[in-house]
């Protein structure tokens, strides 16, 4: 037998590479294996970077640096299931840096990662994939990506994981999302409230935690708070209360059932489960700052229920929120001070909170915390609404001056509150006196020029409630809060717009005020607003009419109307109709302008320094001169005085004979009476009155600038006010008053003219004459002595407020005016039984001098339109 001879073995292919084993040191060569398309190498490399990823953030930042992040998000979609899992654990980690949270949001593999969630995946890949997704949920870009790739469905399927570590994922990253609005309401779809729920059951408290956080998000939601009642939710709340080992859950679960309280049906669950006095317990005894506030806050939802507010009220619970004032937690004192301002909606609490609270609330307001200030401002606001004992009360514990600094507050609320106390409290007198005393106007300048609409109507407000002070009113314009005021007054909000009309109301309660209302353009606002359906208010046309009653010249050219109450003073003048948006030129001007062939303009003005001469006779017939002229004070206070005798008494007919009565106005009295030499002198007199009135007029036009200007004197007017008030104001009857008045008036401006003889009284030339004389458009009313309709009614209307007789002014058209006057009508008085309503009548001044029409009859159409 021949010898065995061994087998070579073959030699391998030589298109095959020998497997080579290489131990790496670097992280850097392991990053580049990360590109190799062989499995194991792909997932031993995955691995090798997870541990190294594990040891620090600095670790993470080098991976970064070294391209890392790119290779391995391709490595998410592997067909291996171990590469694929080694690479989401990776991501899971590396996502906590913020610079790969950047990459991966511009690598946009959010849908890469949320396909890690489907349920045939390992846990471990759900473990890493929520972890990642938890990371990157923290900011609001990545929120948006998450729920636009559909990863809030998977998350909470993942709820009910075996795993806790995919539990505690899923649920953080749900929290972070809910806090998104549009994830929140998209939650109660997915019927999530369930799966949540039975995580409060889970044996890890930070799972728990977690699942009440999100809970106490998602329940600012109608529709969540209504399916966690429906699934029994409560009932899980109070159990953790009442477990005194969960006390490190109570903070959040007590912010749940305070949301919860703001549902009607949650809240008679609370009522039926003794919930409420739970809530009471936890007040009163827990020592917890957060427990207190969060106690506090529930208390607060549930106190906007009536019974309940009783309830707590039964339980004196006023005094456990005064303890809670003095808290040293600033949210303690806040969610406290938010309570007292609900409870305070009951008047029992409001009584309390009287003898204890204000006092604390008051010290609140010094607080350095801008949030704790608008709290306390917001309970006292509400405490004062409607009750000036609490009033009181807040101004004897020293409130005004810290509510005054409050109003330069950087919080909106806290302002608002402040000027809401303000404003409660300067519905007394007192108070508002010391209110403004501590120069609160200067202070509300700030408010009234916030960006805020809440401020802005709150402080305009405040101004009105001030504002009834003339110092207030001097020290609001002096501080400059008249233009921010003015300005409110063009707001789109209907009631800041209404409470700026209000206070410029009241601002324009002395003239002085009023012209710088008008001058600042607030006149013009409020017509424009009263021209408009949607935007005028009652109180803009109370403003605009209170504008206009403070400068009657003014609202005579443009309503054509002056009412009894609408006293003619000294500077009055009429420039004749204008329309609406005209500006009227200032006196001044007018009277330093040339004569035109514009409109005569009549100027009312009883000051003067020509004295009227003294009469050398004594006639109880005739008006004597030795007198100086009285005030239109003291001739205002004896009408006033005899105007309230002669209406509440009934009048007497014009045609009864009135015995003793002062019957020098008519003109054949005067003829009989008055002798050729006193006619003489008379004569005279009236030459040399109208001489001195030249002078006056033409001193005013040509004096030097160093004087002050004055409007032209108008000696006539005041010989006509002194005799009316010598001859007129003492008659009783207010019929004959007013007769006798008319007679005097037409007397003084050319008499009677038929009416067929109206075309032929030359008026015109006469008024040009003066025109010409006076060298000025401007006519003193005084010195017209042929007047037809308007020149006579004005004349009337300025004489009869001298004297206290009530009359209105009224122009019409081509020339026409009449004054109408209330007079009670005796033939009804026996058929009412008291003092019948009484009439209007027009004063007749041209065809019968002293006749009466009634205001609707046919006589009174002819005077007034034909």
Request: glycine share 6%.
């Amino acid at each position: 037998m021949g010898k065995k001879i061994k087998k070579e073995a073959e030699p391998p292919p030589k298109d095959v590479f020998d497997p080579l084993t290489i131990e790496s040191k670097k992280v850097a060569t392991v990053v580049l294996m990360l590109n190799s398309p062989e499995e194991e190498i792909l997932a031993k490399a995955c691995e090798a970077i997870y541990k190294f990823a594990l040891k620090g953030e600095e670790n993470k930042a080098t991976l970064l640096e070294l391209g890392a992040v790119e290779p391995l998000t391709k490595l998410l979609t592997h067909e291996d299931k171990i590469v694929r899992r080694n690479a989401t654990m990776i991501f899971g980690i590396l996502a906590s840096n913020n610079d790969v949270k950047k990459l991966l949001r511009e690598l946009d593999v959010m849908n890469s990662v949320i396909a890690q969630l489907a349920p045939e995946e390992e846990v471990v890949i759900h473990e890493f994939a929520s972890l990642c997704l938890a990371n990157m949920s923290a900011e609001y870009t990545s929120k948006v990506q998450i729920f636009e790739h559909g990863g809030l469905e998977p998350l909470i399927r993942l709820l009910s994981s075996p795993d806790p570590d995919v539990k505690k994922n899923s649920i953080e990253c749900i929290y972070n999302l809910v806090q998104d609005f549009t994830c929140r309401t998209t939650l109660p779809e997915l019927n999530a409230i369930p799966s949540i729920l039975e995580l409060l059951k889970s044996e890890y408290p930070i799972i728990q935690l977690l699942a009440l956080k999100t809970l106490g998000v998602i329940t600012n939601d109608k529709e969540s708070r209504a399916m966690l009642r429906d699934n029994q939710g409560m009932d899980h709340l109070i159990k953790i209360l009442e477990t005194k080992e969960l006390n490190d859950l109570h903070i959040e679960a007590l912010s749940v059932i305070a949301n919860c309280l703001e549902d009607m049906d949650t809240m008679v669950l609370i009522q039926q489960t003794g919930g409420l006095k739970k809530l009471l317990t936890f007040a009163e005894n827990s020592t917890v700052p957060d427990i207190q506030k969060n106690a506090a806050k529930a208390i607060t939802k549930a106190a906007y229920d009536p019974e309940n507010r009783k309830f707590f009220h039964e339980q004196e619970v006023e005094k456990c929120l005064v303890t809670l004032l003095g808290s040293e937690s600033d949210g303690t004192k806040i969610a406290a001070s938010q309570a007292i301002s609900v409870m305070c909606e009951s008047s029992g609490s409001k009584e309390f909170f009287n003898h204890q609270g204000i006092p604390q609330l008051v010290q609140l307001l010094k607080s350095d915390n801008e949030e704790v200030r608008e709290a306390a401002a917001l309970a006292l606001a509400n405490l004062t609404t409607c009750n000036p004992a609490n009033a009181n009360a807040a101004a004897e514990a020293d409130a005004i001056d810290p509510l005054i600094n409050t109003l330069s507050s950087r919080r909106d609320g806290a302002v608002a509150n402040a000027a809401t106390v303000l404003t409660n409290m300067a519905m007394q007198e007192a108070l508002r006196v010391s209110i403004q005393s501590r120069e609160a106007m200067g202070a509300l300048g700030g408010p009234l020029r916030s960006a805020n609409m809440l401020v802005q109507s709150r402080a305009a407000l405040t101004v009105a409630a001030i504002a009834c002070d003339a110092e207030a009113r001097a020290e609001l314009r002096n501080s400059g809060g008249l233009e921010p005021l003015i300005e409110l007054l063009r707001s789109k909000n209907d009631e800041v717009r209404r409470h700026a009309s209000w206070a410029v109301m009241v601002c324009a309660s002395d003239e002085l005020m009023a012209a710088e209302l008008c001058r600042l353009g607030a006149l013009d606002i409020l017509e424009e607003i009263n021209l408009s359906v949607s935007r005028k208010n009652k109180f803009s046309e109370a403003a605009y009419n209170k504008l206009l009653n403070n400068n009657l010249s003014l609202k005579y050219s443009q309503t054509g109307y002056l009412s009894s109450s609408n006293i003619i003073s000294d500077g009055f003048y009429d420039y004749g109709r204008i329309n609406p948006g005209t500006k009227l030129w200032p006196l001044k001007d007018l009277c330093l302008q040339e004569p035109n062939d514009l409109r005569t303009i009549l100027l009312v003005n009883n000051r003067s320094d020509v004295s009227p001469p003294p009469s050398t006779e004594d006639k109880s017939s005739e008006v004597g001169y030795g007198r100086s002229i009285s005030s239109s004070s003291s001739l205002r206070r004896s009408s006033k005085e005899k105007a309230s005798a002669g209406f509440g008494s009934p009048t007497e007919d014009k045609s009864e004979p009135t015995s003793g009565r002062n019957t020098t106005l008519s003109k054949s009295a005067m003829k009989e009476k008055g002798s050729r030499k006193s006619r003489g002198k008379k004569e005279e007199e009236k030459l040399k009155e109208e001489e001195e009135v030249t002078a006056v007029l033409k001193g005013a036009r040509e004096g030097s600038s160093d004087k002050e200007w004055a409007p032209p004197s108008d000696p006539d007017f005041c010989v006509y006010v002194y005799e009316v008030t010598k001859s007129i104001l003492p008659i009783t009857n207010i019929r004959e008053q007013i007769e006798a008045l008319a007679k005097y008036v037409a007397e003084k401006m050319g008499g009677k003219i038929p009416k067929e003889k109206l075309q032929d009284f030359s008026w015109e030339l006469h008024i040009s004459e003066l025109k010409f004389q006076l060298k000025s458009n401007v006519v003193p009313i005084g010195q017209i002595k042929k007047g037809i309709f308007y020149h006579r009614a004005l004349l009337f209307k300025a004489l009869a407020d001298k004297i206290g007789v009530g009359c209105s002014l009224v122009r019409g058209e081509y020339g026409r005016a009449w004054n109408e006057v209330k007079l009670m009508n005796e033939s009804q008085k026996g058929v009412t039984g008291g003092l019948p309503p009484p009439e209007v009548y027009i004063v007749d001044l041209m065809f019968h001098p002293g006749g009466l029409m009634k205001l609707k009859s046919k006589e009174a159409d002819l005077y007034r339109f034909l």
